[in-house]
C-alpha cells in the first residue's frame, strides 16, 4: 500500500478566498450618523482584504476622519462635518477584495452615498372636493431629500394619527405612495384639518408638515378650482343639480417610476354628483 506524503495533506486543506457576506449593494448614510460596511471573508491560508475603487481597482487608503479599513475587512465612513464632505469619498462605489496565495475575489459593487443632513419642511394644502365623493390629501415633500423621506402617518386637529393599513374598509386609507384618501366626504369633514408627518429613512428623525390642509366641501361646484373644465358641459351643474366628472388636473397625464418589487399606487382622481362609479 502507498503511503501519501505528509506534505499533500497540508496542500489538500487550503484554499482560495471566499466572501462569505456580500455587502450592501447600495449604502446610504447621513453625515450625522455615518456609516459600517462588513465584507467578511474565508480561505486558508487566511486572505488579506482590501477594498478598491470600482472603477480603476486601486486600492484605497485611509483618509483621516472621513473613511477607514479594519483589520477584519470592515470598511468605515465616520460621522462628519458638512464642510468635511469629500465626493471622492463620499460618493463612490467600493469593492471588497479578498487575496491570499491561490487567488483574489472580489465582491459586487458598493453604491456609497452620503447625504448631508439639510433643513426641510413639508406641507399640506387644501383639497377641492364635492361632498359624498372621496379626495385625497397629499404630503409635499422636497425633491431634495425625497429618496430618505417617507409619510409615516398622517395626523389630525384632535391629535389622532392614521397609520398605513391592510384594511380599506375604513373612513381612512394612507396609500403606499403616502397620500390620505378620505371616503365619501361629509359636510363635517370640514371641520378637519390634517398634517402629515413624515420620516426620514436615514436618520429616523420624524417632523410634522409645517402647513395643515383641510376639505374645502362644495355641494354641486360651479367651477372648482382644481378640476379640469369640460369642454361639453363647462363645470356647471345642470338644472337638476348634478354635475358630470371631471378629472382633476393632476390626474390628466403622469409618469410613475417604480422601483422593481416595490408596491406603488396609480390614482384615479375624478368627482361628479352624483359621485361616479369606477372601473
Known amino acids: 500500500m502507498n503511503r501519501i506524503p505528509d506534505g499533500l495533506y497540508a496542500v489538500c486543506d487550503e484554499s482560495g478566498p471566499v466572501i462569505v457576506e456580500e455587502p450592501d449593494n447600495r449604502v446610504d448614510f447621513s453625515n450625522s450618523t455615518g456609516a459600517k460596511i462588513h465584507c467578511s471573508v474565508r480561505g486558508r491560508p487566511a486572505p488579506s482584504v482590501v477594498w478598491v475603487r470600482a472603477d480603476n481597482g486601486s486600492a484605497i487608503g485611509v483618509v483621516p476622519g472621513l473613511r477607514m479599513v479594519l483589520s477584519n475587512g470592515t470598511l468605515i465612513f465616520p460621522p462628519f462635518r458638512a464642510e468635511d464632505y469629500r465626493q471622492e469619498v463620499h460618493a463612490q462605489v467600493y ?148 354635475s358630470a366628472p371631471h378629472l382633476t388636473t393632476r390626474s390628466r397625464s403622469q409618469t410613475f417610476d417604480v422601483a422593481a418589487g416595490l408596491p406603488t399606487t396609480v390614482l384615479c382622481e375624478a368627482q361628479a354628483s352624483p359621485p361616479p362609479s369606477f372601473r
Open 95 to 242: 469593492r471588497c477584495q479578498a487575496s491570499n496565495s491561490h487567488g483574489t475575489v472580489h465582491s459586487r459593487d458598493v453604491h456609497v452615498r452620503a447625504v448631508v443632513a439639510q433643513h426641510y419642511e413639508t406641507e399640506v394644502n387644501n383639497e377641492f372636493v364635492i361632498r359624498g365623493n372621496s379626495a385625497i390629501l397629499k404630503c409635499h415633500i422636497p425633491s431634495f431629500v425625497a429618496d430618505f423621506v417617507s409619510v409615516q402617518a398622517w395626523v389630525d386637529n384632535d391629535g389622532t394619527a392614521i397609520y398605513p393599513s391592510e384594511s380599506y374598509d375604513g373612513k381612512y386609507l394612507v396609500l403606499p405612495s403616502g397620500e390620505l384618501h378620505i371616503r365619501s366626504v361629509s359636510s363635517e369633514d370640514g371641520f378637519k384639518s390634517y398634517k402629515c408627518r413624515t420620516v426620514h429613512r436615514l436618520t429616523q428623525e420624524t417632523r410634522l408638515s409645517a402647513t395643515a390642509g383641510r376639505l374645502v366641501i362644495s355641494v354641486c361646484p360651479r367651477e372648482p378650482r382644481n378640476l379640469v373644465v369640460d369642454a361639453a358641459h363647462v363645470g356647471v351643474p345642470d338644472p337638476a343639480g348634478s
